[in-house]
């Protein structure tokens, strides 16, 4: 977390898109490294483009969701959508659009 945060403090450019595999369930709500990762995020003036699941797996035959895949913004422009391809591609959702320009 003092490395995301020395990273975000370092970089003051209004315009930037924090993106990947992050490894931390933002569903999970009440643990402290969530709690941590999203307050170093806001208090940097990001904010969350991609609520829904990113990934499913089957842990003892229990369906497992999780939102592991981040995508975050800061810029002052407020014309950003993100969304989440429901179409399973993979053990992962899709979190890219494609275009076929």
């Given amino acids: 977390m003092e490395e995301i945060n020395n990273i975000l403090l370092e970089n003051k450019s209004e315009n930037c898109i924090l993106i990947g595999d992050m490894n931390i369930n933002v569903h999970c709500e009440t643990e402290p490294i969530v709690q941590e990762y999203e307050s170093i995020l806001a208090g940097n003036g990001f904010c969350m483009m991609v609520w829904g699941f990113t990934r499913e797996d089957f842990k003892n035959n229990v369906l497992v969701q999780s939102c592991i895949d981040h995508v975050y913004i800061r810029s002052p422009s407020s014309k ?9 591609i993979s053990s992962l959702y899709s979190n890219r659009l494609y275009s076929d320009e």
Avoid: D, L, N, P
């Fill in 80 to 88: 950003f959508t993100g969304a989440v391809i429901q179409s399973k």
